[in-house]
């Protein structure tokens, strides 16, 4: 892994401050629209839905700006992107003006949709465009932006509330819609498509054919796996684990702190399964390593009636960081891995068509996976 140019940190910089920003503004709806929703006259099951709609539109789009990815380009895609999910947050934090009721519900679903197509959008080029600019260690770079993921979830709430407090329910949607579309400014600059298609043919969409040709590979079906069941078990941790924690009677910088295990723990873990799988391409082990310490992380948190243990919070805390250290090889090992069966026993090319179609198969997993959270919410409400 060499030094990298002024241009690669450039890239990387705006591309990944796009996906903090987006996080940071996925992080802090969950704190600050469900009170907002109440005055509206909406219930709990009626602003649920608000957020499945979101999961639903990455679903749907991820595998829609895959399949276009090398034919419009990824500057364009990017670009657009995000002037979606930024004018869509703006929007978002000017529904305290809408009327309630049915007219509240219907505006929350549509920007939520027009915020999740162009997020979902921007995800698979970024995780196109950074595959190709560093080939040999994908596994590594993707690991990193799951790092910045994970940064962002961090720092909305705080970031949220202080801007909340600051000037009321739309300046924190705001400000954050605004460095958004800043970045897609930024973005027209510094994304090269120069090598979107390296061959001399005319660049073409991805056609079903290919899709189905990858989906026949069994480390693509398990790669969508770990990725959707990673994401399912995250949420039910983040739904389920305040309850939990009631019983130990935690001040509320405390229950922080429990939670920030879970994301610290893979902040680290991610890019450095990532760039083990890389070198040792050894991403089906830590698959099954990430995959076991994930059982016995929730073995832990409960703790499960069989083991003689009683609920601690070190207990939970322990669980907490297995959980996060096992969670990481699960997408950055998944995206390597998926990628290292498509060009050796699928056949496909080292390029960007070959990028895209994987970054399309990984970008629908992370909502496929919030959606399923979502329904149970849904379910449990």
């Known amino acids: 892994m060499g030094k990298l140019s002024v241009r690669e940190i450039l890239l990387l910089s705006i591309l990944w401050f796009g996906i903090f920003c987006n996080y940071v503004c996925y992080s802090i709806i969950a704190p600050f629209f469900p009170q907002l929703a109440r005055t509206k006259g909406l219930d709990a099951i009626e602003y649920s839905m608000v957020f499945g709609a979101y999961s639903v539109s990455q679903v749907i789009f991820s595998v829609i700006s895959g399949k276009f990815l090398t034919k419009i380009g990824c500057k364009f895609i990017i670009v657009s992107g995000l002037f979606l999910t930024g004018g869509a947050t703006v929007l978002f934090g000017c529904l305290e003006k809408s009327p309630g009721g049915k007219v509240f519900l219907i505006l929350s679903i549509l920007i939520r949709m027009v915020e999740g197509a162009g997020f979902a959008a921007y995800l698979t080029s970024v995780l196109a465009v950074v595959v190709k600019t560093f080939p040999e260690n994908p596994g590594y770079y993707v690991g990193l932006t799951e790092t910045i993921i994970t940064v962002g979830m961090i720092a909305g709430p705080p970031a949220g509330s202080f801007l909340y407090l600051l000037g009321g329910y739309h300046t924190p949607f705001v400000v954050f819609g605004t460095l958004i579309m800043l970045t897609a400014s930024a973005s027209v600059w510094t994304v090269n498509t120069s090598s979107d298609n390296q061959s001399r043919e005319k660049p073409s969409a991805l056609t079903v054919q290919e899709y189905l040709h990858i989906l026949k590979l069994p480390a693509t079906i398990l790669s969508i796996l770990c990725v959707t069941l990673n994401v399912v078990a995250d949420a039910f941790i983040l739904i389920t684990l305040s309850d939990h924690l009631q019983q130990f009677s935690l001040h509320p910088l405390e229950v922080g702190c429990v939670y920030l295990c879970l994301f610290i723990s893979y902040a680290f873990s991610s890019p450095i399964a990532g760039r083990l ?10 698959q099954c390593v990430g995959s076991l310490v994930l059982v016995v992380s929730f073995m832990l948190i409960g703790p499960v009636a069989f083991l003689p243990l009683s609920p601690k919070v070190w207990l939970v805390t322990v669980g907490l960081l297995l959980k996060g250290f096992g969670a990481g ?14 060009r050796q026993k699928g056949g496909l090319p080292e390029n960007f068509r070959t990028y895209s179609l994987v970054s399309s198969i990984v970008s629908f997993s992370i909502p496929l996976g919030q959606l399923h959270a979502c329904l149970f919410t849904f379910s449990t409400n």
Request: aromatic residues 8%.
């Open 277 to 286: 799988a890389d070198k040792l391409k050894l991403e089906y082990i830590l």
């Open 329 to 342: 090889p699960l997408i950055s090992c998944s995206y390597s891995a998926c990628l290292r069966s498509a």
